[in-house]
Nanobody, 121 residues
Framework: QVQLVESGGGLVQAGGSLRLSCAAS????????MGWYRQAPGKQRELVAA???????NYADSVKGRFTISRDNAKNTVYLQMNSLNSEDTAVYYC???????????????WGQGTQVTVSS
């Protein structure tokens, strides 16, 4: 029932920009933190950026000053604006969200299917 639908990935030249979007559906109660992770071939999945329900943000050191995470709570959507992309940003990017399935239930983790971002040298 709960789904995270991502869009915006693709191929871009070094120095270019992309904006990723992720819309959550099937969420009955308020979503807590949302974020973006990425995983390159042969590497572990790592946190790129996260944002809480009140707008507090956190970024990986490697993307600070280049990426911006934002959210629209009315639309249950999180965005990742990626600027000054370089080849090291090439990875599959995954949307993430935490929310309870019941009013007083524990927070659960949900993941999108992933979207490929490829940056040419």
């Amino acid at each position: 029932q709960v789904q995270l639908v991502e869009s915006g990935g693709g191929l871009v030249q070094a120095g270019g920009s992309l904006r990723l979007s992720c819309a959550a559906s099937g969420i009955i109660f308020s979503i807590s933190d949302m974020g973006w992770y990425r995983q390159a071939p042969g590497k572990q999945r790592e946190l790129v950026a996260a944002i809480t329900s009140d707008g507090s943000t956190n970024y990986a050191d490697s993307v600070k000053g280049r990426f911006t995470i934002s959210r629209d709570n009315a639309k249950n959507t999180v965005y990742l604006q990626m600027n000054s992309l370089n080849s090291e940003d090439t990875a599959v990017y995954y949307c993430n969200a935490h929310a309870p399935l019941t009013r007083w239930g524990t927070l659960r983790t949900f993941w999108g299917q992933g979207t490929q971002v490829t940056v040419s040298s």
